[in-house]
């Protein structure tokens, strides 16, 4: 079992920065791959980026190319989404979650945080 707990969401302007961070429990979360996904006002829930157990791999959806980055600290049981460069279309929940593949389906996906908004105006 592990429990995802999203921090760092908030309200910034277009072009600004945000760092979500996300803090598991328990002592196996280094054998688990990691995703982010987002859902926005009226729309379905979506693939950000995602990273395997031990960090050397990670793969990101188009939107996030070049402006967000994931990471991990097997050490602090955290998983972390650097956001650069923010649009208003970056408006949404973000989610993290563990599974044991990284993939950008969510049915991949056994356990899930309870999501972290961000609000980026124009």
């Known amino acids: 079992q592990v429990q995802l707990v999203e921090s760092g969401g908030g309200l910034v302007q277009a072009g600004g920065s945000l760092r979500l961070s996300c803090a598991a429990s328990?002592?196996?979360?280094?054998?688990?791959?990691m995703g982010w996904f987002r859902q926005a006002p009226g729309k379905e829930r979506e693939f950000v980026a995602t990273?395997?157990?031990?960090?050397?791999?990670?793969y990101y959806a188009e939107s996030a190319k070049g402006r967000f980055t994931i990471s991990r600290d097997n050490a602090k049981n955290t998983l972390y989404l650097q956001m650069n460069s923010l649009k208003p279309e970056d408006t949404a929940v973000y989610y993290c979650?563990?599974?044991?593949?990284?993939?950008?389906?969510?049915?991949?996906?056994?356990?899930w945080g309870q999501g972290t908004q961000v609000a980026v105006s124009s």
């Open positions: 990273i395997s157990s031990n960090g050397g791999s990670t």
């Open positions: 328990g002592r196996t979360f280094s054998s688990y791959a």
């Open positions: 979650a563990a599974g044991q593949l990284g993939s950008s389906r969510q049915y991949e996906y056994d356990y």
